[in-house]
């Protein structure tokens, strides 16, 4: 459910950015607002702008308004295997499990990083729904690696920017079945919710612009360890992109991929991990990248690849 508003452009709101416009004219913060504007929800004179588009006065402004759901407590919870890779005054970099949520949501009921983070005793401070405070992208509860939560509004704000400029470096490994015809290459491939599941994702034709790139680092027996690096961040990026190429990730059954070869080598979940993150520190300016180590049963999983 959604409500709308149209309003016309004020004279002293002439040549704002439209996200500060629609914050100042609705009384939303300016996260909430860039959010509805990334989201599509904003329309002005009948187009979607971009968040950095000036308004002109007299222009016709449209906003659909999603009904707020209510608010989901985070729970102080230390989750098993999450370690804290570098923390500060406006950052912290996790390396997230398997099996952990980045942060609450209705009908989850397991760990959740924001919930590890409170009962760590690392204090979040910033803006939008107290849920997802913090939360500047996400990891799948079946994908482990590395994560960054902002601690400050300064360090919010600045990384979701960044994120929505694709200003920051990720670098995932997976391993997918079989040989892609190419060793390396570029996959741009809209997408969207699946038409027939809710839950899953599909290359569609109308859905969001979404850029993989990747390479092969390694031939096994059955199956291609690959480097992957995302230029864009859609939900389920790089296990539907492979999947478009015949390619599933290993341990995906859910995209396709052979359940029998992830009973052999030992894996309940998608061979997927985030590696490396690179992004421009908020505070001070400098270019930060941390790394990740292959997890236990990722790492059982390609020994036996290996092995044949």
Not at 101 to 122: E, F, I
Not at 205 to 214: F, L, P
Request: with cysteine; charged share 20%.
């Amino acid at each position: 459910m959604s409500s709308s508003r149209t309003l016309m452009v004020p004279d002293g709101l002439a040549g704002e950015r439209v996200d500060v416009g629609v914050s100042r004219m609705l009384g939303l913060s300016r996260t909430r607002a860039a959010d509805l504007v990334a989201d599509g929800l904003v329309l002005v004179d009948g187009r979607a702008p971009a968040r950095s588009t000036r308004l002109e006065p007299g222009a016709m402004v449209h906003v659909e308004l999603p009904d707020e759901k209510p608010a989901v407590q985070v729970r102080p919870q230390i989750a098993d295997g999450m370690s804290l890779v570098h923390q500060d005054e406006d950052i912290v970099v996790v390396d997230k499990p398997v099996g952990v949520a980045a942060h609450p949501s209705a009908g989850w009921s397991g760990p959740t990083v924001l919930g590890h983070l409170a009962a760590a005793g690392v204090s979040i401070r910033t803006t939008g729904d107290p849920e997802r405070q913090g939360i500047v992208s996400r990891l799948d509860v079946g994908t482990s690696g590395l994560m960054v939560v902002a601690r400050t509004e300064r360090a919010y704000t600045t990384l979701k920017d960044a994120f929505r400029a694709r200003e920051v470096g990720k670098v995932y490994h997976a391993v997918c079945q079989g040989t892609p015809d190419q060793p390396e290459g570029t996959i741009e491939a809209p997408i969207g919710r699946s038409p027939h599941h809710d839950y899953k994702f599909a290359v569609r034709r109308d859905g969001k612009h979404s850029v993989t790139h990747y390479e092969t680092l390694e031939a096994l027996h059955g199956a291609t360890l690959l480097s992957v690096r995302l230029e864009t961040g859609r939900t389920h990026q790089i296990r539907v992109h492979m999947a478009a190429l015949h390619h599933p990730l290993v341990g995906d059954p859910l995209y396709g991929a052979d359940p029998t070869l992830a009973e052999r080598v030992g894996l309940i979940r998608q061979w997927l991990h985030a590696m490396q993150l690179s992004f421009v520190h908020p505070a001070t300016g400098d270019v930060v990248t941390y790394s990740s180590q292959y997890p236990a049963d990722l790492q059982q999983a390609l020994d036996r690849l290996r092995e044949g």
